[in-house]
């Protein structure tokens, strides 16, 4: 998506404010809780990336129905 983009070009305030729109729409978006732990790494915000990356690591189940997906569970 494009804060995915955003963050390859380096612009992560705005990769930052898109991720977090995405998982506004849609907070269970595995990819943009990643990239928006990347972007808060990327910008120094170590705190937040470790807060949200235990997060989405600490709630990812294999869903063997699918194979190679993810599903998030709360």
Avoid at 14 to 35: G, M, V
Wanted: glycine share 10%.
């Amino acid at each position: 998506g494009l804060g995915a983009i955003m963050i390859l070009k380096g612009d992560y305030s705005l990769a930052d404010k898109n991720l977090k729109k995405s998982l506004i729409l849609d907070p269970d978006n595995f990819d943009a809780q990643k990239n928006l732990a990347i972007c808060y790494f990327r910008q120094g915000k170590n705190e937040e990336g470790i807060k949200l990356s235990k997060e989405v690591v600490g709630v990812l189940v294999f869903n063997s129905n699918n194979k190679g997906q993810y599903k998030i569970e709360k």
